[in-house]
């Protein structure tokens, strides 16, 4: 069955570090989305992309960048981790096709920053 | 920056009553509203999308839209204590594919 993954599940790491957060789909969806969610902010869009080689910035995309060399997948790269990065990230995709579009979520990285 | 707003609740609501998640949001150009439901620890899952003015039913789900007043709800009708979860309200940003989320709703349904 076609899906979408995140790896890893869990992460812990220290402030400073280059981190990256993996997103694969099987779908063959144009569209590929990263949010993070956080107590009081709810979803907000980090970067997104709508096809190999579009990338564009989301609400929230300081200290975090994406590249997108094929279909399938968007990873997400933390340049050098802060505490105020912890969160749950979820990553999302589309077909492309219209804006009524279902996005589907991952099941969702917990990346904690000590 | 363009807002969604949802009271954060906790919405409380008996076994078996109406439940009722609202939604307001403030880019004129957005066309396309989603709910999604989030059980704790879980990702979010799409319950509900309207496109057009009016109510949508979809089992024990309808969702309205009112584009004038900038405003989309959800109804739960005869609740079950399995939509306990938080809801989350969704709009297409900039008349694209990505979405602004609100902060969600948490829904809890006592036996």
């Known amino acids: 069955d076609a899906e979408i993954t995140q790896s890893p599940r869990h992460k812990i790491t220290e402030t400073g570090r280059q981190v990256t957060l993996a997103c694969h789909q099987t779908?063959?969806?144009?569209?590929m989305f990263w949010y993070r969610q956080d107590l009081g902010h709810g979803l907000r869009l980090i970067h997104y992309s709508y096809g190999v080689q579009d990338t564009n910035k989301g609400e929230v995309s300081d200290g975090y960048s994406v590249s997108r060399s094929n279909t399938e997948d968007l990873p997400l790269t933390l340049e050098s981790a802060a505490s105020s990065q912890t969160s749950v990230y979820f990553c999302a995709s589309s077909t492309g096709h219209s804006s009524t579009d279902t996005q589907y979520f991952g099941p969702g990285t917990r990346l904690t920053v000590l | 920056q363009k807002e969604v707003e949802q009271n954060s609740g906790p919405l409380s609501v008996p076994e078996g009553a109406i439940a009722s998640l609202n939604c307001t949001y403030s880019d004129r150009g957005s066309q396309s509203f989603f709910w999604y439901r989030q059980y704790s620890g879980k990702s979010p899952e799409l319950i509900m999308s309207i496109y057009s003015n009016g109510d949508k039913e979809d089992g024990r789900f309808t969702a309205q839209l009112n584009k004038a007043s900038q405003y989309v709800s959800l109804l739960i009708r005869d609740s079950q204590p399995s939509d306990s979860a938080t809801y989350l309200c969704?709009?297409?940003?900039?008349?694209?594919?990505?979405?602004?989320f609100g902060k969600g709703t948490s829904l809890l349904v006592t036996p």
């Open positions: 969704a709009v297409n940003r900039d008349s694209g594919y990505a979405l602004n």
């Open positions: 779908w063959n969806h144009n569209n």
